[in-house]
Nanobody
Framework: QMQLVESGGGLVQAGGSLRLSCAAS????????MGWFRRAPGKEREFVAA????????SYADSVKGRFTISRDNAKSTVYLQMNRLKPEDTAVYYC??????????????????WGQGTQVIVSS
């Protein structure tokens, strides 16, 4: 069983930056593929970014490519999402997710077994 706790959300002006963190419980964090998803008000949950176990490979949604960076520190059991040049349309609850059964970079929510409670990001115009 893995528990995920997100932090780092908040209110920021358009063009600003935030760094989200997701701290994982357990001692086998390096065995999990990790991802970030978001749900905007009135919209479906959508993929944001993902990183495979070692951190060597990543994937991004087109809407965030070039602005967001996912990374992980396996020694700290933490995955990060650095968000730069934020836009009002980035406003959403951001969730991190983990999966141990699959290798590679996972972009579908259905691929993940564990989810955090989410952290709110609000970008004002």
């Amino acid at each position: 069983q893995m528990q995920l706790v997100e932090s780092g959300g908040g209110l920021v002006q358009a063009g600003g930056s935030l760094r989200l963190s997701c701290a994982a419980s357990g001692r086998t964090f390096s065995s999990y593929a990790m991802g970030w998803f978001r749900r905007a008000p009135g919209k479906e949950r959508e993929f944001v970014a993902a990183i495979e176990r070692s951190g060597d490979r990543t994937s991004y949604a087109d809407s965030v490519k070039g602005r967001f960076t996912i990374s992980r520190d396996n020694a700290k059991s933490t995955v990060y999402l650095q968000m730069n040049r934020l836009k009002p349309e980035d406003t959403a609850v951001y969730y991190c997710a983990a999966d141990r059964t699959s290798r590679g970079v996972l972009v579908r929510a259905s691929d993940y077994d564990y989810w955090g409670q989410g952290t709110q990001v609000i970008v004002s115009s």
